[in-house]
T-cell receptor, first 112, second 115 residues
Framework: QQQVKQSPQSLIVQKGGISIINCAYENTAFDYFPWYQQFPGKGPALLIAIRPDVSEKKEGRFTISFNKSAKQFSLHIMDSQPGDSATYFCAAPSSGNTPLVFGKGTRLSVIA | KAGVTQTPRYLIKTRGQQVTLSCSPISGHRSVSWYQQTPGQGLQFLFEYFSETQRNKGNFPGRFSGRQFSNSRSEMNVSTLELGDSALYLC??????????????FGPGTRLTVL
């Protein structure tokens, strides 16, 4: 049973636009929410992470927004660039067996 | 510091065969986790090893197994390969594997194709 639901599955954004990817979780025990970025032929790499005691975290053009009551968190990429084209995964620790539970990923394409 | 390395990068096998994949974690990292990545299912957790012991296991059949050596290097084995085992197998290492802020670092993966 999927514990982290990610949307959309794919996203096309114009260069300079804002990319928004959403994730919803079920387990209220989740307390750490990382986003990973994966380029073709590479493994996922940690992009940015947030803990639920803050509602927003910003690192450069990347911002995580967190809504604890709605059990949702989202990734915003401002001024999207073609180099941002990649697959993005949200994740959360599980209270069960897995160190990390991942969303199914969003393939982002930034076109000029 | 060198990153997580995985060998081989690509493998082609036929149904019924077995395969062994290798992972060398970042120096000093004691936790190694394995994931299967497919287009339909995304990243699915296989198992985690810490100090040569399997600490966590995902919902995969017993054909999938692994081990960790005293230098933290890890191998996973898949026996009696099935077509559905075709996937990218990712290894990730972290310092201790338990902490909520213990970042997992992924290797480039091994692309397994089963014919």
């Amino acid at each position: 049973q999927q514990q982290v639901k990610q949307s959309p599955q794919s996203l096309i954004v114009q260069k300079g636009g804002i990319s928004i990817i959403n994730c919803a979780y079920e387990n209220t025990a989740f307390d750490y929410f990382p986003w990973y970025q994966q380029f073709p032929g590479k493994g996922p790499a940690l992009l940015i992470a947030i803990r639920p005691d803050v509602s927003e975290k910003k690192e450069g053009r990347f911002t995580i927004s967190f809504n604890k009551s709605a059990k949702q968190f989202s990734l915003h990429i401002m001024d999207s660039q073609p180099g941002d084209s990649a697959t993005y995964f949200c994740a959360a620790p599980s209270s069960g067996n897995t160190p990390l539970v991942f969303g199914k990923g969003t393939r982002l394409s930034v076109i000029a | 510091k060198a990153g997580v390395t995985q060998t081989p990068r690509y493998l082609i096998k036929t149904r019924g065969q077995q395969v062994t994949l290798s992972c060398s974690p970042i120096s000093g990292h004691r936790s190694v986790s394995w994931y299967q990545q497919t287009p339909g299912q995304g990243l699915q957790f296989l198992f985690e090893y810490f100090s040569e012991t399997q600490r966590n296991k995902g919902n995969f059949p017993g054909r999938f197994s692994g081990r960790q050596f005293s230098n933290s290097r890890s191998e996973m084995n898949v026996s009696t390969l099935e077509l559905g085992d075709s996937a990218l197998y990712l290894c990730a290492s972290s310092l201790e594997g338990r902490s909520r802020t213990d970042t997992q670092y992924f290797g480039p993966g091994t692309r397994l194709t089963v014919l």
